[in-house]
């Protein structure tokens, strides 16, 4: 039997020892007024008025203790469903707890996993200390060399300082060169205007050959070709440039040396700009 059925039978046995002995006492003293009424019902005519009020009264009480017993059993009936409901509450915390069960085996095996994963994460913490000594081994030996490179490295400075004062040098010396390039070109073009036929000679005493443009100053209108004093340039020399295509102008062979040589822009046909990778030769008359 269950709690609930337990409760309810010992409430209602409670309810009908009291309800009887109530009764019992009421009787018992309703056969004890009888009793006395009919030994006194001579001398005490006057008191039975008063009896039977008292008996009216009585039965006042018992339907006030009736009604007292009916609130009792609709009170009883409330903790009765109270018990369900409870019972029902316990029913649902079963399955509650059950599933909480099942949970904490979720987590038990989670937890067996995790105990794997962190002796696998020691593991790799060892190897990553190994590592880290290692690296810090490789760092040591960097700072080492990064301190040899910047031994170099002063050294390197210095000869750049040294190679710039060399470039400017030598920029001094292109600059005279340029210049001595101009005053030459003042010469010859006066010459040609006094000889016209000079420059279609000099074209013609010109040998055939082929070459690329491999550098372009348009500042200082230098043109750098890949072909030089192994081909038998010469200074003077005059390349017609092109790119297959279009002729663009002529350039004046002003220095020559091996594998490459220098020329001056001396004609550009307007719109044309002479770019690296075009070619060069003295074919073109």
């Known amino acids: ?16 020892a009291a309800f009887l002995g109530f009764s019992g006492f009421y009787l018992h ?34 339907d006030a203790a009736k009604a007292d017993l009916q609130t009792t059993n609709a009170r009883l009936n409330e903790k009765v469903s109270a018990l369900k409901a409870s019972d029902e509450e316990n029913k649902d915390l079963k399955s509650r707890l059950n599933k909480l069960q099942a949970s904490m085996q979720s987590v038990e095996a989670s937890l067996s996993t995790m105990a794997d994963t962190v002796e696998r994460q020691n593991a790799r913490n060892a190897e990553l200390e190994k590592a880290f000594l290692a690296a810090k081994q490789e760092k040591e030996q960097a700072l080492n060399e990064r301190s ?4 170099r490295l002063a050294v390197a400075e210095a000869d750049l300082a040294k190679a710039n004062t060399r470039i400017e040098a030598l920029q001094g010396e292109i600059n005279e060169k340029v210049a001595q390039i101009r005053d030459f070109q003042v010469r010859f073009d006066a010459a ?5 036929q000079l420059d279609r000679i000099l074209r013609g005493a010109v040998p055939p050959i082929d070459g690329t443009v491999a550098n372009v100053d348009g500042n200082l209108k230098l043109v750098t070709i890949t072909t030089g004093s192994e081909a038998e340039v010469k200074k003077g020399y005059t390349f017609a440039i092109h790119d297959g295509k279009t002729y663009k102008g002529e350039v004046e062979i002003i220095d020559v040396m091996e594998g490459a040589a220098v020329g001056r822009i001396r004609q550009l046909v307007q719109g044309a700009s002479i770019r690296k990778g075009d070619r060069a030769t003295t074919r073109i008359n």
């Not at 609930?4 to 010992?10: K, P, S, T």
């Not at 040899?148 to 031994?151: E, F, R």
């Open 148 to 151: 040899d490179m910047a031994d």
């Open 192 to 196: 040609i205007a006094k000889v016209p």
């Open 1 to 16: 039997m269950s709690p609930i059925g337990r409760v309810f039978i010992v409430l209602n046995l409670a309810l009908s």
């Open 29 to 62: 003293n309703v056969d004890s007024y009888k009793a006395k009424l009919n030994q006194e019902i001579k001398a005490h005519k006057a008191d039975n008025t008063r009896n039977e009020e008292q008996i009216a009264k009585l039965s006042s009480d018992l």
